[in-house]
């Protein structure tokens, strides 16, 4: 069980906000919405947020553009997981991904089977970093959002979860690099 460690001080991550979707907008984006109010909830920023195409294409170029983009610390994507036709992000992800972060999807249907059982298996939700960027991407359900924000993504993206947490390896991530 992690636990958050009271004498470090919290350190907002600057999260982008990606819904990846043919027929959301903005007045209708629940999913988004339940991201976006949760992490500023947290403390975080919202460093940016869109909607984007079911498009490879699409989803490749934005996340380029945050990755490349210094304010922008870690991306959060719903939809486009499962396994219909139109469902590519984790395509687009992996295809950016100098690491993938497998424990993050394993987690995520780990902690969604306790609710829909079996049809977990139907998730793609995947994870990884690029260029020092944390990546990512959920189902496009508001309950899948819930889930992966408040039983995985709170906690990683807090700097006083112990025993470790992702924030803390931010300064590392571009070691390679050096």
């Known amino acids: 069980m992690s636990a958050v460690s009271a004498s470090v001080e919290f350190l907002p991550v600057h999260i982008a906000v990606m819904t990846v979707s043919d027929s959301r907008t903005a007045s209708d984006d629940k999913s988004g919405d339940i991201l976006e109010s ?16 079911d498009e490879i294409d ?24 499962g396994v219909t036709g139109r469902d590519v992000t984790p395509e ?18 780990m902690i969604s089977y306790e609710k829909i059982k079996t049809s977990t298996m139907q998730s793609r939700a995947t994870g990884g970093v690029a260029n020092g960027t944390y990546l990512f991407a959920l189902p496009g359900s508001p309950g899948a959002c819930r889930d992966g924000w408040d039983e995985i993504l709170v906690h990683q993206l807090d700097i006083r979860t112990r025993p470790c947490n992702l924030v803390e390896l931010m300064p590392r991530l571009n070691e390679h690099l050096g």
């Open 58 to 81: 699409a989803i490749v170029a934005q996340l380029r553009a945050w990755i490349e983009d210094p304010q922008i610390d870690a991306v959060i994507a719903t939809g486009g997981t």
């Open 92 to 109: 687009a992800f992996q295809s950016v991904y100098e690491k993938e972060i497998a424990g993050f999807g394993e987690l995520f249907r």
């Open 38 to 53: 949760r992490l500023l909830e947290a403390g975080h920023k919202l460093a940016a947020r869109t909607i984007v195409k």
